[in-house]
């Protein structure tokens, strides 16, 4: 065993280590979200992680990147997404400058042939390197099989893709192979960790699901949200920290168009941070209140709603 595979099985030695690690890189997650992580490396298989936006499904792959000390390769998913963007596809520049060099060198590869039976002959011989690796241009995942001391790949937004791109991805997320026409099967050098998200646009297929651990990952409740914040933006005063959870907890039970995310939490905390603000009052909540809300429905709909909120958050603080 290498010492690079040795530091990382000591890594994921168990699910509490490896909660602790990624805690300690400022991903604050659960005994959920670690096991997931655990099983995904002794077990070689990706992870679908579901959820709603913004509460730290790229996030975990960013952090395992981090915590394996791996790159990460990330496929940003989209509609229309095909093989030639997100595998490979040909250097037809290199391939043109080929072709000419090639009729340069048929002659010379031809001469003194008898007949058109030599001639195919001496062509058939003749080493082929049109379609060949030295051609291709690799995509994410193609980069992802091809790194030899293995990467973390991220398949970011899953279900915004076609139907056709998830069959596409079978035999790379069973496998990890795929199949290239001109060339054949190219395979991992090294067994990638594969992460996979959804914000559950569409609904995956059942072929997608057998292939992949499932994780979903919620809102957190308000102690976990107040350590996120904590380990995030530190800075935040620990009563204002608990002030601007409990309204965001608040917040989440109306009836919003876009309910705000850990990504708003944490903007909201750098917000008031910057405005130098030591506890919640009306008039500030009203006036960074587009920081968390990010539709004018919203907004109105929270409205009538913002004195009793905010003076609960303060009265419980």
């Known amino acids: 065993m290498t010492e690079l595979c040795r530091e990382i099985s000591d890594k994921f030695s168990s699910i509490e280590a490896t909660r602790q690690g990624m805690e300690d890189l400022g991903y604050i997650c659960d005994k959920t979200i670690a096991s997931a992580a655990y099983l995904s490396h002794h077990l070689g298989k990706p992870v679908l992680v579901e959820g709603p936006p913004g509460v730290g499904k790229t996030e975990l792959a960013k952090t395992a990147a981090e915590y394996l000390g791996r790159p990460l390769i990330r496929l940003q998913c989209y509609e229309g997404l095909d093989e030639s963007r997100s595998l490979y596809e040909w250097k037809y520049g290199k391939q043109l400058l080929y072709t000419q060099v090639l009729k340069e060198k048929i002659n010379d590869l031809l001469e003194g042939a008898r007949g058109l039976d030599e001639s195919m002959k001496r062509l058939n ?85 057998r292939r992949c651990l499932h994780l979903h990952i919620p809102y957190p409740d308000e102690k976990q949200e107040r350590q996120i914040v904590q380990s995030r933006v530190p800075e935040v005063p620990e009563k204002l920290r608990r002030q601007l959870v409990s309204f965001l907890q608040q917040l989440r039970t109306l009836d919003l168009k876009k309910i705000p995310a850990i990504s708003e939490t944490i903007d909201w905390a750098r917000t008031l941070v910057l405005l130098h603000t030591e506890s919640l009052d009306i008039e500030v909540v009203r006036n960074t209140l587009n920081v968390v809300l990010k539709f004018r429905e919203d907004i109105e709909t929270a409205a009538p709603q913002l004195s009793r909120i905010t003076a609960r958050a303060v009265i419980e603080s």
């Open 125 to 209: 011989n003749f080493e082929d390197l049109f379609f060949s690796e030295q051609f291709l241009e690799p995509r994410p995942l193609l980069q992802a099989l091809k790194h030899k001391e293995g990467v973390v790949l991220l398949i970011d937004e899953i279900d915004k893709s076609d139907q056709e791109f998830e069959a596409f991805l079978l035999e790379m997320l069973s496998d990890y192979q795929v199949s290239i026409p001109e060339i054949g099967t190219i395979r991992a050098e090294s067994t990638p960790m594969v992460f996979l998200t959804s914000n559950n646009t569409r609904e995956l297929g059942d072929a997608m699901r």
